[in-house]
């Protein structure tokens, strides 16, 4: 007995077609967004591990010199870095976005000091005198709000430096 040739099927349906779009579709999507909040850790601990070796390099000047470092001279001379990329620019003033504040100690406060940024991911890191961490406060209220969320209260918006201000990181980073 022979079958006849038409009774095979050649190709796939739209139906198959339309399922198999489907699933590939879901698959995307759960891969998108697991891989964004991967990201969004990464520039969280890029952020953290940038905002300890900043603290610590501002604990040596201050063991060497017996005060702390004060204007983008001091800090150039630290010979900071950042990893530029995992950063946000959540701070807006209206006319500029600004990133990454340091608060040095004022003379009410004068063993401490933060240093406060917001990662690209969105979250607030401070470094309070040498403790890292996530913060629980809003990245807001220009650098005299921030430096005081961190408990570093500046006199006159004086005793800080921003590193990212005015859209653009600082010179010697």
């Not at 967004?33 to 940038?50: P, T």
């Not at 990133?99 to 890191?125: E, H, L, M, Q, R």
């Not at 040498?130 to 807001?140: D, E, H, L, P, W």
């Amino acid at each position: 007995m022979m079958m006849s040739s038409t009774n095979i099927r050649k190709g796939f349906t739209i139906v198959e077609l339309l399922i198999v779009i489907v699933v590939i579709g879901i698959l995307a999507s759960i891969t998108i967004v697991a891989f964004n909040g991967v990201q969004g850790r990464a520039n969280d601990v890029a952020v953290q591990s940038d905002l300890t070796n900043i603290g610590k390099k501002i604990q040596v000047f201050y063991a060497t010199y017996d005060r702390w470092p004060q204007g983008n001279t001091d800090l150039e001379a630290m010979g900071i870095s950042v990893s530029k990329s995992a950063y946000g620019s959540h701070f807006n003033n209206g006319t500029s976005f600004y990133n990454v504040v340091y608060c040095w100690p004022s003379t009410t406060t004068p063993d401490y000091f933060a240093i406060v940024a917001a990662s690209k991911s969105g979250s607030v890191i401070e470094n309070r005198n040498g403790t890292v961490r996530k913060a629980s406060y809003a990245y807001t209220g220009g650098s005299t709000g921030i430096c005081a969320s961190a408990g570093s209260t500046i006199q006159s918006g004086s005793a800080r430096d921003w590193l990212y201000s005015n859209d653009a990181w600082q010179p010697f980073l």
